[in-house]
């Protein structure tokens, strides 16, 4: 391609960086522009662009070829960024006020320039440095409603899901999913990472065979139910927000799975906070209800109006996958408990927390209502359920 | 290519496919060789080729753009032919004794030439000539359980049953599929086809809520349930048979979807000769019965023995996934029965019934039956309950 002078993947640069931008037409030409390097490091390169005079801004971010989680280094598909960008346009036709704008996107150089975002915060920062997103919880249950439905068998038309199926297989980042959220935590892994203090309940978990069944279930849902192309990594870090915009971001995991992985995943890093922060039990609680009754409505509303398919245009069955929906989002929030305290990735919520007592006993009422979560969860018949 | 000598599709001639075969030196130079022309003409031509001489003899299968069905014509892809080549490569490769040799396939000309099996016959037409095909039910059970396992997220790595997802994704014959099983013959739709006879049997389907909520719930299966790659339309009509041999033909409606359609087809295509013939129903439970222990088995053991997934390697997980698969296969059985009966596409075993009294009565077993089975397919337990 012209915009990029190399035809091989190289890692841009603050002034390669700059010019692409330039190239791009993002800028006037002869605008002085101000690039710095803001990403973790971790797995991709993001740049800010911006220019002070017209207070204009763009973000470039390119994926690494490798990742480096808890200083090992893992070879990483850069296909992510291709993935990430298909998916960043699908979400944004669908549900445009809640998913960044693309300005471009190469596959090659695994580039996806897209809408800066700086003025909002990452929400789990926000979160635990006790900001409030109002408005957080209504935003992302409308988020899903749209982006679970109109990718389903009932928001599209047969072949159109199937060639989407297709184009967003990503195995992958698929398989990170299956080993570090469905696998190793309910095993003694090699890639398990907790503190020596809560051993002894990891090893409750490892021996809890009912346990193991019911995650084997929700593993095969995630493997085998092509239900709705899914976000894939819908945690708190993945979404920008402050008191008024909610944006979703990063959705390089997005794959064709289950609805209620997405929703499970939502629900769980809300109760990370909760588990803290006891206090606030009761403003999770009603982030949560908020969270799935504006889903429930909203993706009813779309079902009733827009359904594509006539043999299932109907409340019973619409009744019967909401519900389904919230068991496998009950399910699949236990395994994100589970996972974020005793396997290979954490949250800053409860690794932060500074006295280890208390650390050590909201890891321990993690892993106690995962356990519940998953074990229950095919008999959850309303979210007071789960919220109880 | 060189073996064609056109680069665009064109239909065979006998000519054209006698020096096919040659070219591609399935006989000795020199061979004099008979071809005629042994296909219905609906959706495909089909060639068999012999050499007196050596006994010799192939099958040259082509599709044809278009499917002729009750006199109507469809437009069909020609992509069926390079999905039914594909699938029997894979299929082969698993269940060798099963499935017949495919010397050479071609894409353009949607051409594959296979092993011929003159020598044994549709076991549908068989069966109902009263022929026994002893060994039937032992050979598919054995057949399912290696290309159910070994195409499943138990038998094979993460990516490689991914890449087969992708691999088979089939739009236009799955849509047969979703509207002619699944979908008309629940409503009063224009493609049903049924004698006036039954048309208030009709009308009851066409009435009953909860059989359409469990029919609905069959559908969402098969349209989001990647488990296995199925043959897709496994009726006595996709088995040629003897008294020793079982060969699986034609899966050009191969797709990856929820192993019980396969294992429901393979009941439903025994159970209308039991319908059909009332003194049948000690043979044909008894061919049912042999048909899912034989599958059951098999499967348990490739699965204790083969499981690639450590977290579900346990008996619970496994006796879990065979009565699911029971219990889909039931649900898939009864679709089948009663798409036959009123919907476009019927099956000579109720067909051919002479005696209009008995046909009629014969039909409105498949019927009931069908109801009875989608309606219940989520609460059956075991072959017997299936049987009984």
Redesign the interface.
């Known amino acids: 391609m012209v915009l990029l002078q190399n035809t091989t993947y190289e890692p841009l640069t603050e002034s390669s960086a700059a010019a692409l931008a330039i190239r791009l037409r993002l800028f006037p030409e002869g605008s002085v522009l101000t690039v710095s390097e803001i990403g973790d490091g971790n797995l991709n390169l993001v740049f800010r662009i911006s220019d002070h005079e017209s207070g204009q801004s763009v973000i470039i971010k390119q994926a690494l070829p490798y990742a480096k989680v808890v200083g090992e280094s893992w070879p990483l598909t850069l296909k992510r960024a291709t993935i990430e960008a298909n998916a960043l346009s699908v979400f944004k036709k669908l549900a445009p006020n809640y998913v960044p704008e693309v300005f471009f996107s190469d596959e090659i150089f695994a580039i996806t320039v897209m809408e800066d975002l700086s003025h909002l915060t990452i929400a789990r920062t926000g979160l635990i440095q006790g900001e409030d997103f109002p408005l957080l919880p209504k935003h992302i249950g409308e988020y899903l409603a749209k982006t679970l439905f109109f990718t389903s ?1 009932y928001g599209l038309k ?2 159109e ?3 989407l ?2 184009k967003f ?4 980042l ?2 990170i999913t ?1 080993d570090l959220i ?2 190793d935590p ?2 003694d892994a090699p890639t398990n990472d907790f503190e020596e203090g809560l051993r002894k309940d990891a090893e409750k978990l490892w021996a809890d ?1 009912e346990l ?2 019911e ?3 929700l ?2 849902s995630f ?5 709705s192309l899914l976000h894939g990594d819908l945690h708190t870090g993945s979404i920008f927000a402050n008191n008024d915009e909610t944006k979703v971001i990063d959705p390089e995991f997005a794959f064709y799975g289950p609805a209620g992985f997405d929703l499970g995943q939502v629900v769980a890093n809300l109760l990370f906070q909760q588990i803290a922060n006891p206090e606030k039990q009761r403003k999770t609680s009603s982030q949560i209800r908020v969270f799935w009754k504006t889903f429930s409505q909203e993706y009813s509303k779309l079902w009733k109006e827009q359904n594509t ?4 245009s ?1 409340d ?2 619409l009744a ?1 996958l909401l519900e389904k929906y919230l068991q496998d989002a009950a399910g699949f929030a236990g395994c994100e408990l589970i996972r974020r305290t005793v396997g290979l990735s954490h949250v800053a919520d409860l690794d932060g927390i500074q006295d280890k007592v208390k650390r050590l006993d909201a890891k321990r009422t993690a892993l106690q209502l995962g356990s519940k979560f998953i074990k229950n969860h095919r008999t959850i018949k309303s979210i007071e359920d789960l919220i109880g």
């Open positions: 068998d047969p072949a899901k199937k060639e199926v297709g297989i990503n195995p992958e698929c398989k299956e469905f696998t309910f095993f065979e193991k069944l995650a084997a279930l593993k095969k493997l085998t139910e092509t239900e398919d006539p043999l299932s109907n019973r069955f019967y």
